[in-house]
């Protein structure tokens, strides 16, 4: 990734994200419309089930998907989102999101999120977009 890329709109954005950061969340790369994020589940995220809690699971995925939308510049929020979940992650393990732009339509868009342990998916996600403009127009 070049110096131009990773002083980006999507890092500035994710630099100010107390949420993410505070769940250890790390952002790893966002360009070009897709974002590469790691976080490890720890014994605070996981149920009663003894598995991560999928919320959890979905704020990781989420986070990717705002980073992607945003790597472009402009102010983007969710418009909406679902996620699939297909094997359980436990605590200890690290998980990796890899967002990826699928279509830009005006200010709208769609990204899916796999969600990932040690290269296998335990989630699949879907974000639409919206493009509000700066940040003082989406108040």
Do not use: K, W
């Not at 589940?41 to 990717?64: E, Q, W």
């Not at 990204?111 to 989630?123: F, Q």
């Amino acid at each position: 990734m070049t110096q131009a890329m990773s002083d980006g709109a999507a890092h500035t954005m994710f630099a100010a994200d107390e949420a993410s950061q505070a769940l250890g969340i790390e952002l790893l790369e966002a360009a070009d419309g897709a974002a590469r994020l790691r976080m490890t589940v720890t014994a605070s995220m996981v149920n009663g089930h003894g598995i991560a809690h999928g919320g959890y699971i979905f704020l990781l995925a989420d986070t990717a998907f705002a980073c992607a939308c945003n790597s472009h510049g402009p102010v983007t929020v969710a418009s909406g989102a679902d996620i699939s979940f297909v094997r359980p992650a436990r605590e200890g393990d690290t998980l990796t999101a890899l967002a990826e732009e699928r279509t830009t339509y005006g200010r709208s868009g769609i990204y899916d999120v796999s969600v990932l342990r040690d290269g296998e998916v335990i989630a699949e996600f879907r974000g639409r977009s919206r493009t509000v403009g700066r940040v003082e127009d989406s108040r």
